[in-house]
T-cell receptor, first 115, second 111 residues
Framework: KAGVTQTPRYLIKTRGQQVTLSCSPI?????VSWYQQTPGQGLQFLFE???????NKGNFPGRFSGRQFSNSRSEMNVSTLELGDSALYLC??????????????FGPGTRLTVL | DAKTTQPPSMDCAEGRAANLPCNHS???????VYWYRQIHSQGPQYIIH???NNETNEMASLIITEDRKSSTLILPHATLRDTAVYYC????????????FGAGTTVTVRA
């Protein structure tokens, strides 16, 4: 099975711009979670989508948004970029059904640099 | 989710077994022990998980003590490519998919 894929792998933007990141989950997985990872804050949860609905949300401002398509692929968007948004953005997919072990598998990440 | 405690760093000789300890003394009965690792600037990689029985897969073995207050991840034959930060987490499998990693253990495998 192919793993989680994320595009693009690297991105450089300037303050005030917006960016869209894409994630394709493992085939058959219906849950996609997004995380931001920085050296100072570590891994921080952004949101989780299941069957095209946002099911969980972290404590990030409204500039961070996402969506999921019917094929489970997901995108996240960051508007009005700030310098502090520079980070590794990670996508993780899982089956999405509770009641047992539901392991999250991570993609390689998108390295976003805001200048 | 219960907290975990891991040593900040450890060295291991290539070809030898690496034993990574993790304390989770406040673990609840329905919490699983998960291990991930992250090679520099890459996405975290799932290694193994368990509830109370010892587990083994192609990457590693997980030994959980009988009281479940601690566990050990064993990499049987460490290679240079196993150099990474290893994270031990405990979590309940619910609809809350928020993972949280601590500082982890930086493992350096030396030739």
């Amino acid at each position: 099975k192919a793993g989680v894929t994320q595009t693009p792998r690297y991105l450089i933007k300037t303050r005030g711009q917006q960016v869209t990141l894409s994630c394709s989950p493992i085939s058959g997985h219906r849950s996609v979670s997004w995380y931001q990872q920085t050296p100072g804050q570590g891994l921080q949860f952004l949101f989780e989508y299941f069957s095209e609905t946002q099911r969980n949300k972290g404590n990030f401002p409204g500039r961070f948004s996402g969506r999921q398509f019917s094929n489970s692929r997901s995108e996240m968007n960051v508007s009005t970029l700030e310098l502090g948004d520079s980070a590794l953005y990670l996508c993780a997919s899982s089956g999405g059904l509770a009641g047992g072990t539901d392991t999250q598998y991570f993609g390689p990440g998108t390295r976003l640099t805001v200048l | 989710d219960a907290k975990t405690t891991q040593p900040p760093s450890m060295d291991c000789a290539e070809g030898r077994a690496a034993n990574l300890p993790c304390n989770h003394s406040t673990i609840s009965g329905n919490e699983y022990v998960y291990w991930y690792r992250q090679i520099h600037s890459q996405g975290p990689q799932y290694i193994i998980h368990g509830l109370k029985n010892n587990e083994t897969n192609e990457m590693a073995s997980l030994i959980i003590t009988e009281d479940r207050k601690s566990s050990t991840l064993i990499l049987p034959h460490a290679t240079l490519r196993d150099t990474a930060v290893y994270y031990c987490i405990v979590r309940v499998i619910t609809n809350d998919y928020k993972l949280s990693f601590g500082a982890g253990t930086t493992v350096t495998v030396r030739a």
